[in-house]
């Protein structure tokens, strides 16, 4: 017979793919490749010209946090992560607050990013669901059916 949630967390059980031990080991990891991508940011360089003589510089662009990246950063450096963040059947629940942190600093970095015009305002929508609805066409009252009649010409 399986063992209860509550059993397996009070009996100190964890699972036998578990890489960190503690939230505060995945939130370490989690600066890790913040830090990682400050370092990536060197290959993303923007080149301008200034100046009335075109003067070359370039600037580093920081690339964005993103969940997908944190797993292939945490799967090259220790493992894969992805049962922290889905906690299946319960191993992980006292990650849960740790994870939601994470994804929720990932968030704001992309919505602070394509806000300020950083990264792509549309990208930025679409992959943290953010859209604009307004009803323009009915002002919330039923539509009716559309009613049309066919007109031949005549023959003159």
Known sequence: MAKRKEDRNNNGNIHPKRIFKTPKDLFNA????KANVEIKAEKWLKVQYVGKDGQRVTDKQMPPLTYEGFKIFCYDN???????????????DDFHNICTRIKDEIRDNQITGGMLGFYNP???????NLKEQNDI???????????YQIYKPTDD
């Open 30 to 33: 989690f600066q890790e490749y």
């Open 122 to 128: 549309s990208i930025t929508q679409r992959l943290n």
């Open 78 to 92: 220790y493992g894969d992560i992805t049962n922290y963040f889905n906690n299946g059947d319960g191993y992980y």
């Open 137 to 147: 066409t009915s002002g919330d009252k039923p539509l009716e059916p559309l009613s």
